[in-house]
Nanobody, 120 residues
Framework: VQVVESGGGLVQPGGSLRLSCAAS????????MSWARQAPGKGLEWVSG???????YTADSVKGRFTISRDSAKNTMYLQMNSLKPEDTAVYYC???????????????WGQGTQVTVSS
């Protein structure tokens, strides 16, 4: 399984970006996928994603600003990020074949990440 993120870049505060994540190889259209990010000097933070039952979660830190969506037929997931803030600066990772809930939520495969920098 290969997981590839794209869409990162440099954006001014208040701007928008759309991240994409594509999974290929031995994949399933029903596999759960998720976004996580890691800011400089900080640990991994779950951002938004899908559970195996199709429901979604979104971190309080991005609720109302970030929207997750997916195209199951293409094994592709998107993260629309609006009203970006400097504290959103991080490497954003896509996880594939995720399972569990809350503290037990894990993903078996990860992409290399895409850098998002929010700065004026």
């Amino acid at each position: 399984v290969q997981v590839v993120e794209s869409g990162g870049g440099l954006v001014q505060p208040g701007g928008s970006l759309r991240l994409s994540c594509a999974a290929s190889g031995f994949t399933s259209s029903t596999s759960a996928m998720s976004w996580a990010r890691q800011a400089p000097g900080k640990g991994l933070e779950w951002v938004s994603g899908f559970y195996t039952d199709g429901s979604t979660y979104t971190a309080d830190s991005v609720k109302g600003r970030f929207t997750i969506s997916r195209d199951s037929a293409k094994n592709t997931m998107y993260l629309q990020m609006n009203s970006l803030k400097p504290e959103d600066t991080a490497v954003y990772y896509c996880g594939y074949l995720c399972s569990g809930y809350g503290a037990t939520y894990v993903c078996d495969y990860w992409g290399q990440g895409t850098q998002v920098t929010v700065s004026s």
